[in-house]
């Protein structure tokens, strides 16, 4: 097994010289390198390696601020910092800054094979035990962060962020459930579940740095539900405090304190909610299913690739409010956005949202129909224990409810082509009947027997349910009409069937 690392440095020329080491030494493969702090970001996010090599020259910032910057993103990850000065003040200020290590040029094949190999296998076995969440007895495995984004105002993100996160906290999880309200500028969340905070994150600004469990617990508000809930700055102008920086870290506690955090990003671009969606485990795009708004969903996640936060595949759009009267279905959809489509669609229920969002009393709505998407879309996002089960009867992509889809639709096949059968059947005995009965009528007139005669035989002679027959002489022939029933559903009609026989010329 190698590990992963990215070299980070402005001077090309150090390239060649550090790669021939690290192939040296076999543990490791040089994923790319970096001459900029913003490429070292975006690659980071993109490959994942264990370590990263930073020169301090890398600039713009400082490369201390790189460092910290990094870490809010990846705490997991391991930097280690080559620098000039391998002085004692240089090391406890990269340390201070969360590098596990300094190193001094030129760079030596023993530095590779202690100190850059422990910082690897350091973050290889942190990532290993935070990711081991089956573990009961894993009290850091690292709750899952799901950022909810709207594709426009009013497109139902909010019922979606605080419905996804009741659904967790019913699934009953031993953490727990936080929900953020980071549309700074709008938030609802607080309202939504009809509660009053006294304190929200701007709070916790001034303590970024430091940030503890502790402080964090300090300013939620525990709902009776048991969703925990961070709320949006009350005064809209303390919004512009919550740095991307901040989220990050805000972010970053809540996950080892919570099994599910769910983001309420609203649908206007901040940095905090674009620190969010970099670092989310999943992110839900909300947007109705009409053109504008997917339109929209559309724009925000262009916005985000370019802005190298979040890739366009990497994002689900959830259609809310969505109906089967709609003109615009999943298939139009996904021919508007680029990112895939979420497998559940939330159906339209206005009256039961209006009441439970006036009222304040979020989460008691009652919808059957409305629980089941959010709770499959909950457990798509992997916050619930549990998947929850389908009914049968309800259709959707339930192996069930497909059976017995099958075998409603298999029991008319089966027995339409019965009858079908039986039809033939009777067509081919009635044409036989026919032309047997003109052949005896043909016969018997060549006798000398009457028409009327002939009629009241051939009567005589039909079987039971072949109808009356009807006899016509045509001089030369004597036609014989029977009919016989039909025993397809919906036709009342009975099918006639006519057979002639010739009259032997001179006999009459
Ligand atoms: N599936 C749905 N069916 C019917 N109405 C819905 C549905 N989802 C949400 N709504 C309603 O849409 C309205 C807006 O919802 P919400 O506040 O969640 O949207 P938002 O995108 O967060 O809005 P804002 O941009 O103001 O933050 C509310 O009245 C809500 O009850
Ligand atoms: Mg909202």
Redesign the pocket.
């Known amino acids: 097994m190698t590990y992963k690392v990215l070299l980070a440095t402005a001077d090309p020329a150090l390239h060649p010289e550090i790669r021939d080491l690290f192939a040296e030494s076999g543990e490791f493969t040089v994923a790319q390198t970096v001459s900029t702090a913003a490429a070292l970001v975006a690659e980071v996010a993109d490959r994942e390696p264990e370590l990263v090599l930073l020169h301090e020259d890398l600039g713009p910032a400082p490369a201390l601020a790189i460092v910290r910057d990094l870490l809010d993103r990846r705490p997991t990850l391991a930097v280690v910092l080559i620098s000039r000065d391998g002085g004692a003040g240089m090391l406890s200020a990269a340390m201070e800054a969360g590098a596990r290590g300094v190193v001094t040029l030129p760079v030596s094949y023993a530095d590779v094979q202690t100190r850059l190999t422990s910082a690897a296998a350091w973050s290889q076995r942190v990532r290993a035990r935070l990711a081991d969440a089956e573990d009961p007895d894993n009290a850091v495995a690292l709750g899952r962060i799901v950022a909810v984004a ?1 594709a426009k ?7 979606v962020a605080a419905q996804v996160a009741l659904a967790a906290a019913r699934s009953g999880g031993r953490r727990g459930v936080c929900l953020v309200d980071l ?1 700074l500028q ?1 938030g ?1 969340v607080a309202t939504f579940f009809g509660v009053t905070a006294h304190h929200d994150l701007a709070d916790l600004v001034d303590v970024a740095d430091e940030l503890t469990g502790r402080s964090i617990t300090g300013v939620l508000f525990r709902h009776s539900s048991g969703v925990q809930i961070l709320p949006a700055p009350e005064e809209g102008e303390r919004a512009e405090l919550v740095t991307a920086s901040v989220a990050r870290r805000v972010l970053g506690v809540l996950r080892t304190m919570f099994d599910a955090v769910v983001v309420d990003c ?2 206007v671009v901040s940095e905090a909610n674009l620190g969010a969606v970099e670092i989310a485990d999943r992110v839900l795009v ?1 947007s109705t299913p009409d053109v504008l708004s997917l339109r929209g969903a559309h724009r925000l996640t262009r916005m985000w690739d370019r802005l190298q936060v979040r890739k366009p595949a990497d994002c689900d759009v959830l259609l ?2 969505a109906h089967r009267r709609n003109v615009v279905q999943p298939g139009l959809a996904r021919r508007v956005v680029e990112s895939p489509l979420a497998a559940t669609t ?5 009256r039961r ?2 009441e439970a ?1 006036n009222t304040g009393a979020t989460d008691i709505v009652d919808d059957k129909r409305l629980a089941t998407a959010y709770a499959r879309i909950a457990a798509d996002a992997g916050l619930l224990r549990e998947r929850p089960r389908r009914r049968r009867w309800r259709g959707g992509d339930d192996t069930g409810a497909v059976q017995s889809l099958q075998f409603a639709l298999t029991v008319p096949a089966l027995l339409l082509v019965v009858l079908l059968a039986l039809q033939a059947l009777l067509v081919g005995a009635g044409a036989l009947v026919a032309q047997r009965q003109a052949a005896y009528a043909a016969h018997g007139v060549e006798r000398g027997r009457s028409l009327a005669d002939m009629s009241d035989a051939v009567a005589a002679d039909l079987p039971a349910g072949m109808g009356d027959a009807r006899l016509t002489d045509h001089g030369d022939r004597i036609e014989v009409r029977v009919s016989v029933p039909t025993v397809l559903p919906g036709i009342s009609k009975r099918i006639t069937l006519t057979s002639s026989a010739g009259v032997a010329p001179g006999t009459r």
């Open positions: 709207g105002g009013g497109c139902g993100t909010t019922t549309d709008a609802d609203g649908s909300v809310n409010r939330i159906p339209a229920r206005f949202l209006e969002a």
